[in-house]
């Protein structure tokens, strides 16, 4: 078995999500991910640090583990080369989205409360977004900063 540890490196330039007045609970912070290779396989190890709820008679019940698998952007772009026009395309990630989810529909793991990991199969050459928010039996939480991975 191989395990690979890919370290979090995040900019925080632009803030990490705030604390919601409304629901009083705070985002997850994600701390380690850790991909591992077995039976021809891969998969990715996600952790966590728990979080409380500040209304001790609505308390936390789990996690929700949001992982979308965000597809590249495909643009053409034209240029005069000698005199020519020529095309090229190019493919791009998409910009991340500090306020929403990337695009599309995530794939969304629960835990319970007093569990602060989870193991998702993942494929080489694909680009992740994954981030994860708490919830009560009446709320949902923020969801913590994006967090981006690819192997291979």
């Given amino acids: 078995m191989k395990v690979f540890c890919v370290f979090l490196l995040v900019s925080f ?49 789990g996690y929700k583990v949001n992982i979308w698998e965000v597809k590249k952007i495909k643009s053409t772009k034209y240029s005069y080369v000698n005199g020519t026009l020529q095309k090229t395309e190019e493919e791009k990630e998409p910009p991340i989205d500090f306020d929403n989810g990337a695009e599309g529909t995530p794939t969304v793991l629960l835990t319970p409360a007093n569990q602060t990991e989870v193991t998702y199969n993942i494929k080489l ?3 992740y ?22 192997l291979g």
């Fill in 13 to 61: 330039s632009y803030g990490l999500p705030t604390d919601s007045e409304v629901t009083k609970l705070s985002a997850p912070n994600l701390t380690h991910l850790t991909a591992m290779e077995s039976d021809g396989g891969y998969s990715e190890v996600i952790n966590w640090d728990a979080v409380v709820s500040d209304d001790a008679s609505d308390p936390i019940v």
């Fill in 125 to 127: 050459h694909v680009n």
């Fill in 129 to 150: 977004e994954i981030r994860i928010q708490a919830y009560t039996k009446s709320i949902d939480g923020p969801l913590s900063y994006p967090v981006r991975l690819r």
